[in-house]
């Protein structure tokens, strides 16, 4: 069975910090791995990896995947209280189409 | 581009009845949509995959009599939930791929959080 697991499972900053988010996999025929961020309604898309040791960057957070460690990292420098969400991993098994199985995610708060 | 719509953002019901929940892509064409259910502090649970034209394909776990899915068009998917007791109470989220963005990639709607009295 497909496994995703997220740590930490929540964390608190303070604003300016920089945040390094953990995903690693168990799944039978990698495919992607996508990042989203959701706040209070439904998850907002942040990026897509397939290949290891490419960065995706937009703005303060960027993303890398390393497929030998079956993991990946997502990192926030210069938190503001705007990155207070849930974080979700998830990852496309390409034995199952386009099904996404998802982590638990990482709750993370910025304080001011 | 790749937004995807919901509606109702959110319905209390009485238990017994039925809710329909509907899943738009607005500014493209989805042949394949997917259910999800959220509960409080929770990740996403896959609940279904909708494909246009043919029948949805359940998770294991999820009743298709309970969970009734329709894709009668490539921008549209309904969820109805059958006979609707207070634990269906959730968040349900539809997502649908643009294929577009690449193969993978889900955009999802805005949610719609569910309350059975």
């Known amino acids: 069975e497909d496994k995703v697991v997220q740590s930490p499972l929540s964390l608190v900053v303070h604003e300016g910090d920089t945040v390094t988010l953990n995903c690693s996999y168990e799944?039978?025929?990698?495919?992607?791995l996508l990042w989203y961020k959701q706040e209070k309604k439904a998850p907002t898309f942040l990026f897509m990896l397939?290949?290891?040791?490419i960065e995706k960057k937009s703005g303060r957070l960027s993303s890398i995947l390393d497929k030998k460690e079956l993991s990946s990292i997502l990192n926030i420098t210069a938190t503001q209280t705007g990155d207070s969400a849930i974080y979700l991993c998830?990852?496309?098994?390409?034995?199952?189409?386009?099904?996404?199985?998802f982590g638990a995610g990482t709750i993370l708060r910025v304080k001011s | 581009g790749a937004v995807v719509s919901q509606h109702p953002s959110r319905v209390i019901c009485k238990s017994g009845t039925s809710v329909k929940i509907e899943c738009r892509s607005l500014?493209?064409?989805?042949?394949?949509m997917f259910w999800y259910r959220q509960f409080p502090k929770k990740s996403l649970m896959l609940m279904a995959t909708s494909n246009e034209g043919s029948k949805a394909t359940y998770e294991q776990g999820v009743e298709k009599d309970k969970f009734l899915i329709n894709h009668a068009s490539l921008t549209l998917s309904t969820l109805t939930v059958t006979s609707a007791h207070p634990e269906d109470s959730s968040f349900y989220i539809c997502?649908?791929?643009?294929?577009?963005?690449?193969?993978?990639?889900?955009?999802f709607g805005p949610g719609t959080r569910l309350t059975v009295l």
């Open positions: 997502s649908a791929i643009n294929p577009g963005g690449g193969t993978d990639t889900q955009y």
């Open positions: 397939t290949s290891s040791g």
């Open positions: 998830a990852v496309n098994d390409a034995e199952y189409g386009n099904k996404l199985v």
């Open positions: 500014d493209f064409q989805a042949t394949t």
């Open positions: 799944v039978t025929n990698f495919r992607s």
